[in-house]
Nanobody, 121 residues
Framework: QVQLVESGGGLVQPGGSLRLSCAAS????????MGWYRQAPGKQRELVAT???????NYADSVKGRFTISRDNAKNTVYLQMSSLKPEDTAVYYC???????????????WGQGTQVTVSS
């Protein structure tokens, strides 16, 4: 059983910073991609930042220069450092991983439970 456990959300003032963490656990053989998505009220879920298996990063235009994704491969953990936060960054942030479990042939898509980030004065 694979679990993605997120932490680090909360309430922050505009211009502030937060760091999200997501740890993948279970019988993991390999991770193809891992990263963050978000969903604001009334909107579709959107990509924020992701890592590919080759280590390439992909950011949404709206967060480039403000957010940084990093990872610890040994811990199967990905981080999202968010700076210069804006009210429009308010959303539930979801960790996502495309990974292959031990004993399985194909990789599958997994989601965390989500963590709320609220940017407000």
């Amino acid at each position: 059983q694979v679990q993605l456990v997120e932490s680090g959300g909360g309430l922050v003032q505009p211009g502030g910073s937060l760091r999200l963490s997501c740890a993948a656990s279970g019988s993991i053989f390999s991770i193809n991609a891992m990263g963050w998505y978000r969903q604001a009220p009334g909107k579709q879920r959107e990509l924020v930042a992701t890592f590919s298996s080759a280590g390439n990063t992909n950011y949404a235009d709206s967060v480039k220069g403000r957010f940084t994704i990093s990872r610890d491969n040994a811990k199967n953990t990905v981080y999202l450092q968010m700076s210069s936060l804006k009210p429009e960054d308010t959303a539930v942030y979801y960790c996502n991983a495309v990974l292959r479990q031990v004993g399985q042939i194909y990789a599958k898509n997994y989601w965390g439970q989500g963590t709320q980030v609220t940017v407000s004065s």
